[in-house]
Structures are given as C-alpha cells and as structure tokens.
C-alpha cells in the first residue's frame, strides 16, 4: 500500500508555516453569492434591497425599491420615471425586486401579488379603462381611503399588517391620481417580462401567476 502520509503532513506543515489554511483555500474556491443580486442587464446590485426586507424595515425598502428603479433606467437625477420609460425597465432586475419583495414578506407584497388584484378591480395592462377601476384597485390594497389617495410616503402602512400588495409604492410623492398612468405601465412591462399572463379583456378573466 502506497504511504501517503509522510507527505500529507509535509503539505501540512507547508500551509501552516506560509500562513494559508485549509480553510481559507476551500474560501476561495466558494462562489459568491452576492453575485446572483446584480443583475447582469443593469450591473445594479439589489444587496440593499435584500437587506433592508431581511430586516423587515419596509419603509427603507419602499424607498430603496425606488432608487433602483430609478437607476435601472438612468432616471436618478429627474426622481420620476415618465410613463414611456417604464418599458425600459429590465426584465430581470423587476423580477428580482418583486422576488425580493415575496421571499422576505412571506408572500403579502411584490409587483406581482398587486397583478391580480388590478385586474380583479376591472383595469386591464397597459391599457386605461376608467378612473373608477383604477381607484378600486386603490382602495383594495390600502393605497386610499375615504378621503381618496393617500398622501406617500410616510401614509402607507409599513407592517406586515397592511393589506396584501400593499408594498411596494414607488409612486412620486404628490401624484394625486396615484400614478395610474405609470401603473398601467408598469403592469403591461409584468407581462411582457413573464411575471404574470392575462386572457384577452373580451373573453373570462384566467390569472397565470409564474
């Protein structure tokens, strides 16, 4: 049988007295996970994003949620994204913020848990079909009230007990119509970007989370 330890302890040895462990050299050969947060459409890292929902600071993430999205499509320095800038929005990094936004909220908040309820509420993806529907769908997740749209941002409800896709909000501070514009938007990039699937409008409504 071939020795072998005479010279494993020799390598031993060498690692010890050069200062590198073992240890240290399996560290090297582990990928790094922080990797699969950076989206490789934008070069954006969503850690942030990440770790504000892992310590269940919605506010912070609320905002976070709109800082990214505003460097997802170069619109930093302007605050707002026109309406005609949403489809501009990279597939893969609104499918990680909406992850993000499920994973760490057990489910309650994300783009894509608002989806349904918009259609629910009678509006339709990239598509305006009257005020009253949109103000529904407002009304369902928490984002009116008697007095009609609440004032963002430090008006929502920033727990766990806020209506289900309640969060996230990244609506400009003043828009009083609460963003239906962009919304509708938005909700037409969810499907283009395979978050979600609707029927044609004139047939029975069939909701296709993916």
Same mark, same amino acid.
């Given at each position: 049988m071939l020795n072998i330890t005479k010279p494993l302890n020799k390598l031993l040895w060498?690692? &010890?007295?050069?200062?590198?462990s073992s240890f240290s050299v399996l560290g $090297?050969?582990?990928?790094?996970?922080?990797?699969?947060?950076?989206?490789?459409?934008?070069?954006?890292?969503?850690?942030p994003l $990440?770790?504000? %929902?892992?310590? #269940? $600071?919605?506010?912070? +993430?609320?905002?976070t949620t709109t800082t990214l999205l505003l460097r997802a499509v170069n619109r930093e320095a302007q605050?707002?994204?026109?309406?005609?800038? &949403? #489809?501009?929005? +990279?597939?893969?990094?609104?499918?990680?913020?909406?992850?993000l936004w499920k994973q760490y909220s057990g489910g309650r908040f994300g783009f894509s &848990? $608002?989806?349904?309820?918009?259609?629910?509420?009678?509006? *339709?993806?990239? *598509? %305006?079909v009257d005020t009253e529907a949109y103000d529904n769908f407002g009304t369902r997740i928490g984002w009116r009230n008697q007095?009609?749209?609440?004032?963002?941002?430090?008006?929502?409800?920033?727990? %766990?007990?806020?209506? &289900?896709?309640?969060?996230?909000?990244? *609506?400009?501070e003043y828009q009083i119509t609460g963003g239906r514009l962009n919304y509708t938007a938005l909700t037409q990039r969810m499907?283009?970007?395979?978050?979600?699937?609707?029927?044609?409008? *004139?047939?029975p409504l069939i909701y296709q989370p993916r």
């Open positions: 060498t690692l &010890v007295l050069t200062g590198v $090297q050969e582990t990928p790094n996970n922080q990797s699969s947060l950076i989206s490789p459409e934008t070069e954006i890292d969503y850690t $990440q770790e504000d %929902l892992q310590q #269940k $600071q919605w506010l912070e +993430a609320n905002e605050g707002w994204i026109p309406q005609d800038e &949403v #489809k501009n929005i +990279a597939c893969w990094d609104l499918k990680i913020i909406d992850d &848990v $608002q989806f349904p309820i918009f259609v629910e509420t009678g509006n *339709r993806p990239g *598509r %305006l007095d009609g749209w609440i004032q963002f941002k430090y008006s929502l409800d920033y727990s %766990l007990e806020a209506p &289900v896709g309640h969060l996230p909000n990244p *609506r400009p499907v283009e970007c395979g978050m979600a699937a609707y029927s044609d409008p *004139r047939k």
